[in-house]
């Protein structure tokens, strides 16, 4: 049986800002599994990334924690200190950013900023802890990576800072490793490298990997479940297989109607509108304005998560009477 490693229950971050309250996470629960590579999925807006912040407890001003729980072995994070939780962040959950370019300090050279986070949490000599960096910097495929210890973020690629990006995030050996849309500011042909990197080190390592993307092509290739979000709820909960194969919520589906495929062709279709207003969200399931599938209940009534299958969960009122098309 799956041992899981951390819960979130019925979180809920707001933004408190001069417009009004933005509900960016509303309820949102799920687990994550030891050792298991998680998908969080959805598109820009859906309270993918602030999710990921609170469960590190850095959302940025004016975003608040307002209530929920995020168990981490064992403990409710959201109960500790903020002394307490500074040994948890990069030595007990490591966490790759969207962009190398702002996590990494561009005064300091790649070995210095690798061994602060080592020596920050593990006692130990400097020498120590350059070996520890070179051995790191092997780790990511970083080539002659003696030389690379007195370089700057701003002489490496694009690919190679989100190397090292990765490589700080893994310094203490972190449980879990949360990864935000780490291939945004990256070419094809970058991405695809980075991408093979985390799937390799996630198996290597037997590493839990949390990866943060709306892209469900990458979802396909890099998780064994996927958590879909939506307006600051989650839609549906799936293996990833089973995702593709039978969607049960009509987002989901045409979040999956959107992705191209090489084997054949078909006909790609727009989800119509936009994600909407997190000030004033719409009532009942807030995917109805924009579901081919809407009655009466769906605008008043807000859909439960409630168990659809094996290891499944959905959000939606219908999904017992709709029979929706896979990948």
Not at 91 to 112: C, E
Not at 211 to 238: K, N, P, Q, W
Not at 283 to 303: E, L, M, N, W
Request: glycine share 8%; net charge neutral; proline share 6%.
């Amino acid at each position: 049986m799956a041992e899981p490693i951390l819960s979130v229950e019925d979180l809920r971050t707001y933004f408190y800002t001069e417009a009004g309250v933005v509900k960016a996470v509303d309820g949102v629960s799920f687990t994550v599994n030891r050792g298991e590579p998680l998908g969080l999925v959805g598109e820009s807006g859906s309270g993918k990334t602030v999710t990921a912040l609170s469960i590190l407890r850095v959302v940025p001003r004016p975003g608040k924690i307002v209530s929920g729980k995020i168990a981490f072995a064992g403990e409710d994070l959201l109960t500790k200190k903020e002394r307490e939780m500074r040994t948890i962040r990069g030595n007990k959950i490591g966490y790759v950013s969207q962009d190398p370019n702002s996590s990494l300090d561009p005064l300091f050279s790649v070995g210095n900023q690798l061994a602060e986070v080592i020596r920050a949490h593990e006692e130990m000599t400097k020498e120590d802890a350059e070996a520890r960096v070179i051995k790191l910097l092997k780790l990511v495929k970083i080539p002659e990576p003696e030389t690379r210890l007195g370089a700057f973020p701003h002489e490496l690629s694009g690919g190679m800072r989100q190397r090292i990006a990765i490589a700080r995030a893994l310094a203490s050996t972190p449980d879990v490793l949360i990864a935000d849309e780490p291939t945004t500011n990256l070419d094809v042909t970058i991405q695809a490298q980075v991408l093979e990197l985390l799937k390799t080190l996630q198996k290597d390592l037997g590493m839990t990997l949390i990866l943060v993307t709306h892209d469900m092509g990458i979802m396909a290739e890099m998780v064994t479940r996927t958590v879909v979000f939506y307006a600051g709820r989650i839609a549906e909960v799936s293996d990833i297989k089973d995702t593709f194969r039978s969607p049960k919520h009509p987002y989901t589906a045409a979040l999956l109607n959107s992705v191209p495929r090489v084997d054949r062709k078909r006909d790609l279709t727009s989800i119509p509108g936009n994600i909407p207003n997190l000030i004033t969200p719409p009532t009942g399931c807030r995917y109805h304005p924009r579901c081919s599938y809407v009655v009466d209940k769906c605008a008043t009534v807000v859909p439960e998560l409630e168990p659809c299958g094996d290891n499944r969960m959905v959000s939606c009122h219908r999904w017992k009477e709709i029979q929706l098309g896979g990948y």
